[in-house]
């Protein structure tokens, strides 16, 4: 759902009399000193950044909230195979819709092999597929210093720069940036270069402030990085990195990995947003922006609890198949393909292989590989790779747990 919501620009354009523009201004002014306003005391080209909490704002975050409460009891119910599988998959739309969006390829294969990848065997994507997975485990704080932005930005870009775009040992690009849209024309100038760190200090400044409510602080932090637009190329990817980063704290892993693919799908409402705040009229009021991020944190949460209903139905059905498996079938047996199961309804690939069973049992590998073998010789799976050893669900694994409808390759 949209929130409507009068700009500034919008009530000097709809008076018709000699004092409209005294009249808006007077607006202005009136929203930032509201006692209810959040004031950032960060003076941009046209004035004070500021939050003004109109009805539709606080409608807007109370339905997240609520919606979160939905998210998070949908999740729990989802067993811990299912889980990990599921995040993965969420991390690798996250990254390629977050690509996607600044026409930077990938795709979910080179993202799941981005997570698997160790040191000695890297690919492409690993450090900002690697950024994502630490959101999960909960090992990744906001960031404090400028120096630890430009760290998470060298993750994020990788090797996908090109060579003009580099900044070698400068903590920032050294030139002035301006950026254009359709038809050539110019929608925003980057802040001077000598002024890029003490706006990323008052971003981080603004980021820890704990007087704001959290989901409103992120996206004013989300609009102040783009604004700043530190870096030459590859600022939106770091700044909806930031972004995730920043409402984990807040909102729920599935929540948070949901929203790029959402802005993907909104794109235009989503720079528009960020235009609507710096046009001159508006005096620097950031309401509509943060608006516009809770209404795509709502479709987010919207999409995501459909998804989540039905990934909990599949499951119950598999608990079901699974007790139709004969008696005397192993106890390990049946364990192995209830994790293929859940494996090929939640991961990208549906692939299991013979370690994490290993892990999963355990057990030794020579045991989990004989465990495989057997469900391979009954049928329930199929390998498909010998190095390493991986299965995904064979013809009867497939009718047993009735998904016979299911791609055997979603990438």
Not at 20 to 32: D, I, N, Q, T
Not at 221 to 245: M, Q, S, V
Not at 287 to 305: G, R
Request: net charge negative; with cysteine.
């Amino acid at each position: 759902m949209a929130f409507e919501y009068p700009t500034v620009r919008k009530v000097l354009y709809s008076d018709n009399t000699s004092e409209r523009f005294s009249r808006a201004e007077h607006v202005a002014r009136e929203r930032l000193e509201a006692e209810s306003t959040f004031r950032t005391g960060i003076i941009l080209d046209h004035g004070e950044l500021f939050l003004a909490v109109p009805r539709q704002l606080s409608v807007a975050h109370e339905q997240i909230l609520r919606k979160e409460r939905r998210v998070s009891a949908l999740w729990r119910q989802l067993p811990r195979v299912a889980l990990g599988a599921y995040i993965r998959s969420l991390i690798g739309d996250e990254v390629v819709s977050s690509n996607e969006i600044e026409g930077v390829y990938s795709t979910r294969r080179q993202i799941k092999d981005a997570l698997e990848a160790t040191v000695e065997n890297h690919a492409p994507f690993t450090e900002f597929a690697q950024l994502y997975l630490g959101i999960t485990e909960n090992n990744i704080s906001y960031p404090e210093t400028p120096e630890t932005i430009r760290n998470i930005y060298d993750a994020v870009v990788g090797d996908t720069l090109a060579p003009e775009c580099k900044l070698g040992d400068s903590l920032f690009r050294r030139d002035g940036v301006e950026l254009y849209g359709a038809g050539g024309k110019r929608i925003h100038v980057g802040v001077a270069p000598d002024r890029i760190v003490p706006r990323i200090e008052e971003m981080l400044r603004l980021a820890h402030r704990d007087d704001i409510p959290e989901v409103f602080c992120a996206a004013l932090c989300h609009f102040l990085f783009e604004y700043i637009h530190p870096f030459f190329d590859g600022n939106g990817r770091t700044g909806r990195y930031l972004l995730a980063l920043q409402l984990a704290r807040p909102l729920s892993q599935p929540t948070v990995l949901s929203l790029s693919r959402t802005i993907a799908e909104n794109k235009a409402t989503y720079y528009k947003a960020f235009k609507t705040v710096e046009h001159p009229v508006n005096r620097s009021e950031a309401t509509p922006f943060v608006l516009m991020l809770c209404d795509l944190l709502l479709q987010a949460q919207d999409a995501l609890i459909v998804d989540l209903e039905e990934k909990r139905d599949q499951i119950d059905r598999a608990y079901d198949a699974i007790s139709e498996v004969p008696s005397e079938w192993d106890e390990r047996e049946r364990d192995v393909l209830f994790y293929a199961a859940q494996r090929s309804l939640f991961d990208l690939y549906q692939e299991i292989r013979s370690n994490d069973i290993a892990a999963f049992l355990g057990v030794s590998q020579a045991v989990a590989r004989a465990v495989l073998k057997s469900l391979e010789q009954r049928g329930m799976l199929k390998r498909v790779s010998g190095r390493p050893l991986t299965y995904v669900l064979g013809g009867e694994g497939v009718h047993l747990f009735g998904l016979d409808g299911v791609a055997a390759d979603r990438g």
